[in-house]
């Protein structure tokens, strides 16, 4: 069992970054693959980041363009989003997932997820 508890949300304006974290519980934390999520008011949840538990290799959205960056720190049992250059579309609920296994790019292969934490990027 993983919880998954994210932070970091908030109001900024157009141009400015957030960096979103996501504190796991449980000793098996490191052997997950975790991924970051949104979805915006009547859209469908999206892929954004992806991370794997092991190598640490990470996968991105096309729409991300070098503006996000994942990461993790096994040993503190959080997961971490920065964004830069926000854009209004940003504007999100950002939620952040474990898998055990299968294509970290699809949410259907996550296990937990978090509560999520809202982003608003004003222009």
């Known amino acids: 069992q993983v919880q998954l508890v994210e932070s970091g949300g908030g109001l900024v304006q157009a141009g400015g970054s957030l960096r979103l974290s996501c504190a796991a519980s449980?000793?098996?934390?490191?052997?997950?693959?975790m991924g970051w999520f949104r979805q915006a008011p009547g859209k469908e949840r999206e892929f954004v980041a992806a991370?794997?538990?092991?190598?640490?290799?990470?996968y991105y959205a096309d729409f991300v363009k070098g503006r996000f960056t994942i990461s993790r720190d096994n040993a503190k049992n959080t997961l971490y989003l920065q964004i830069d250059s926000l854009k209004p579309e940003d504007t999100a609920t950002y939620y952040c997932?474990?898998?055990?296994?299968?294509?970290?790019?699809?949410?259907?292969?996550?296990?937990?997820w978090g509560q999520g934490t809202q982003v608003t990027v004003s222009s």
């Open positions: 449980g000793r098996t934390f490191s052997t997950y693959g």
């Open positions: 997932a474990a898998s055990r296994r299968g294509d970290l790019k699809s949410a259907s292969f996550y296990n937990y």
């Open positions: 991370i794997t538990w092991f190598a640490g290799n990470t």
